[in-house]
């Protein structure tokens, strides 16, 4: 069974300053990688993906994420925040065997940033 | 891209009562997912529905109680049934087009049973 992990419930940092939001995930080999930010009283929407290829990519507002399968993880970071990137963001997984496989999230860090 | 219009945007219900909700796609989508959305979880997936045939439901989840139509490639209703005051939480509509690897989702809904 494949797996999300989000260690923090909320992350602080000040306006100007680098951000990181942590995921850590479990799937049978190798991962499809997302990122999913949700702004007060709005869906879902995508921010980047990891599928194969460069281990960082780079996605909507400034995000990017770096895979790293040694350590399963795939954190995503934004090198000067903003205060309107306060929302709740989602790491998500896929399995890539055969067929259509469904999307795994984790628990969701709420994101503040302090002006 | 994907353009999803969900609604109700949010309902407050009676215990014992049932909520029908919908999801109407700007495209033509093979599969559309519903997710449920409680405060402090994950989102967590409810069922799968295609066009033609029967949704295909998740562990602990059942047709009865959350029964799904997808008359067409564009449109689908979930329904919440007998709803008890646990089933508070957000309801989210999505679909994956073809070729995107991603998922579009509809802007929620919102519900509270009283």
């Known amino acids: 069974a494949q797996s999300v992990a989000q260690p923090e419930d909320q992350v602080n940092v000040a306006e100007g300053n680098p951000l990181t939001v942590k995921c850590t995930y479990s799937?049978?080999?190798?991962?499809?990688l997302f990122w999913y930010v949700q702004y007060p009283n709005r869906g879902l929407q995508f921010l980047l993906k990891?599928?194969?290829?460069?281990?960082l990519v780079k996605g909507s507002y400034g995000f990017e994420a770096e895979f790293n399968k040694s350590q399963t993880s795939f954190h995503l970071k934004k090198p000067s925040a903003l205060v309107s990137d306060s929302a709740l963001y989602f790491c998500?997984?896929?399995?890539?065997?055969?067929?259509?496989?469904?999307?795994?999230f984790g628990i969701g860090t709420k994101l503040q940033v302090i002006p | 891209s994907a353009v999803i219009s969900q609604k109700p945007s949010r309902d407050i219900c009676q215990r014992g009562t049932s909520l029908t909700i919908q999801c109407q796609v700007d495209?033509?989508?093979?599969?559309m997912f519903w997710y449920r959305q409680q405060p402090g979880q994950s989102l967590t997936l409810i069922a799968t529905?295609?066009?033609?045939?029967?949704?295909?439901?998740e562990s602990g989840f059942v047709i009865d109680k959350f029964p799904i139509s997808r008359p067409n490639l564009t449109f689908s209703t979930l329904t919440v049934s007998n709803m008890s005051p646990e089933d508070s939480s957000i309801y989210l509509c999505?679909?994956?087009?073809?070729?995107?690897?991603?998922?579009?989702f509809g802007s929620g809904t919102q519900l509270s049973v009283l």
């Open positions: 990891y599928i194969t290829g460069d281990n």
């Open positions: 529905a295609n066009q033609g045939s029967e949704a295909t439901y």
């Open positions: 999505s679909v994956e087009p073809d070729g995107h690897e991603k998922l579009f």
């Open positions: 998500a997984v896929r399995g890539p065997l055969g067929g259509y496989q469904k999307v795994t």
């Open positions: 799937v049978s080999g190798n991962p499809y």
């Open positions: 495209s033509q989508v093979t599969m």
